[in-house]
T-cell receptor, first 113, second 110 residues
Framework: GAGVSQSPSNKVTEKGKDVELRCDPI?????LYWYRQSLGQGLEFLIY????????KSGLPSDRFSAERTGGSVSTLTIQRTQQEDSAVYLC???????????FGPGTRLTVL | RKEVEQDPGPFNVPEGATVAFNCTYS??????FFWYRQDCRKEPKLLMS???SGNEDGRFTAQLNRASQYISLLIRDSKLSDSATYLC???????????FGAGTRLAVHP
């Protein structure tokens, strides 16, 4: 079946611009996660959605970062006024529920010039 | 201190070698443990879960020591295709959020 998909695969933007990254989880998966991976680093948790519960935003690095999940499916991660340190690969993952395996999308590589 | 710590490597080994990776975690309430594999410029994929009794999947053996808060991964008879970064991953009890180590890079050469 279809896996987690993300778009765009690559995004180059100028410092100060806003960007939106999209994630389509696996159909039927109620949990959705966003992570960030900087070059040569491990994955950094950003935000977690579980069904209709309030999202866990504890990993968002600043108020320039926000995410929403509409209709319990597609999610959008928005970064406002991008900075060069925001350059990273943004990975989305989904699963049915803990402790189920998380399945990752291919990521969006964001470059802020 | 990082919640999950790994030796970054790289480990450069010849084909056929046995190699072991170690990982420590700081949260004693952690309940689930995993090894993920990440190929260059690809997304992480689950390699295996780690159970208290230890578990084996072909050439791969994972061990968990709760008292020492230590996880290991042993790869026997290394193949060129094993070259990747191996991520130690921990989930704290009651939370669905996974905490990833920075990864250990393995390079298997002919």
């Amino acid at each position: 079946g279809a896996g987690v998909s993300q778009s765009p695969s690559n995004k180059v933007t100028e410092k100060g611009k806003d960007v939106e990254l999209r994630c389509d989880p696996i159909s039927g998966h109620t949990a959705l996660y966003w992570y960030r991976q900087s070059l040569g680093q491990g994955l950094e948790f950003l935000i977690y959605f579980q069904g209709n519960s309030a999202p866990d935003k504890s990993g968002l690095p600043s108020d320039r970062f926000s995410a929403e999940r509409t209709g319990g499916s597609v999610s959008t991660l928005t970064i406002q006024r991008t900075q060069q340190e925001d350059s990273a690969v943004y990975l989305c993952a989904s699963n049915r529920d803990a402790p189920d395996t998380q399945y990752f999308g291919p990521g969006t590589r964001l470059t802020v010039l | 201190r990082k919640e999950v710590e790994q030796d970054p490597g790289p480990f450069n080994v010849p084909e056929g070698a046995t190699v072991a990776f170690n990982c420590t975690y700081s949260n004693s309430a952690s309940q689930s443990f995993f090894w993920y594999r990440q190929d260059c410029r690809k997304e992480p994929k689950l390699l295996m879960s780690v159970y208290s009794s230890g578990n084996e999947d072909g050439r791969f053996t994972a061990q968990l020591n709760r008292a020492s808060q230590y996880i290991s991964l042993l790869i026997r008879d290394s193949k060129l295709s094993d070259s990747a970064t191996y991520l130690c991953v921990v989930r704290a009890g009651g939370y669905n959020k996974l905490i990833f180590g920075a990864g250990t890079r393995l390079a298997v050469h002919p």
